[in-house]
């Protein structure tokens, strides 16, 4: 039996869970390039945390243009 029939006003389409999705990869984003920048500027961390949360940023961006894309398609006129 299904918990939430189509016509559920709670219920979330498709796009309002890229849009949720994307505020939070967005966020993440943003908050390791802060942790980044602070980590350099006090020169704690060492070369393979700075990979490790530049690598994390990468992945994060393109999770972030991947749904992006599919809410925003380019259209040709």
Known sequence: MNAN???D?????????????LGVLKREH???DESVVA???QGR???LTLQRLK?????L??????????LFPDIIA
């Open 5 to 7: 029939p189509p016509n």
């Open 9 to 21: 006003p709670h219920r979330l389409d498709h796009e309002q869970m890229l849009r949720i999705r």
């Open 30 to 32: 943003r908050d390791l």
């Open 39 to 41: 980590l350099q500027e």
């Open 45 to 47: 961390a060492d070369m």
């Open 55 to 59: 690598r994390r940023k990468l992945a």
């Open 61 to 70: 961006k393109d999770e972030i243009a991947r749904i992006e894309d599919e």
